[in-house]
């Protein structure tokens, strides 16, 4: 008993004193998978299953840094960003509703909020805003997304993006309106 509630407390104390924009991609979680939000667990399963039927690209076999990792990261929400700034314009005010992404696997979250001429992003931000629809996928699933190789509505109906909470709708006419074109 005595081991068990020191093992309670170990992982107490370790799991406070990780920073508070920790991600899988952090040095002091070692590039591990995290389960950052309800559905990503599955939204990895469909990812490996797409990858295993030749859908997606295979995991790169190649060594890289998390730091290098996280870059291609970065750049690729920065894409949609600018994707989502392009076609902010048909984008009516009432499909402009704040959303939260998270790149499952490194729990990578970014917020997203449409202004009224532009989107403002913040990366590498902390867990969902409360109320906020909640965007999960994979990078892989992104940046093929972005590349134009897969529709939304097709990632969807493969579950390997996922719009989480209510009032989805408007988040998910954002995606595909951004992400129609190409780059």
């Known amino acids: 008993m005595a081991t068990i ?9 370790s799991s406070h004193s990780l920073p508070v924009h920790s991600c899988g991609l952090e040095p002091s979680v070692n590039g ?6 309800p559905g990503s667990l599955e939204v990895a399963v469909a990812v490996a299953k797409a ?3 030749g859908l997606l690209p ?15 990261m970065l750049a690729d929400l920065r894409r949609l960003q600018a994707r989502l700034n392009k076609t902010r314009d048909r984008i009516p005010d009432g499909n ?11 729990a990578l979250w970014s917020h997203y909020r449409m202004e009224s001429t532009h989107v403002e992003a ?5 867990a969902p805003i409360d109320g ?6 994979h990078h892989t699933v992104l940046r093929v997304l972005l590349n134009g190789h897969l529709t939304v509505q097709k990632a969807m109906d493969l579950g390997l993006l996922v719009f989480s909470g209510s009032h989805t709708y ?5 995606f595909e309106t951004g992400l129609q074109l190409k780059s």
């Open 5 to 13: 509630l020191a093992m309670a407390a170990t992982l107490a104390v």
């Open 32 to 37: 591990g998978f995290t389960i950052s939000y």
């Open 51 to 53: 990858r295993s039927d």
């Open 58 to 72: 295979a995991a790169s076999p190649d060594a890289m840094t998390n730091e290098v990792r996280l870059q291609h």
């Open 96 to 106: 402009a509703a704040p959303f939260s992404l998270v790149l499952v696997g490194p």
């Open 122 to 126: 913040h990366y590498h931000a902390g």
């Open 132 to 137: 906020e629809v909640v965007v999960l996928t």
């Open 170 to 174: 408007p988040v998910q006419i954002a």
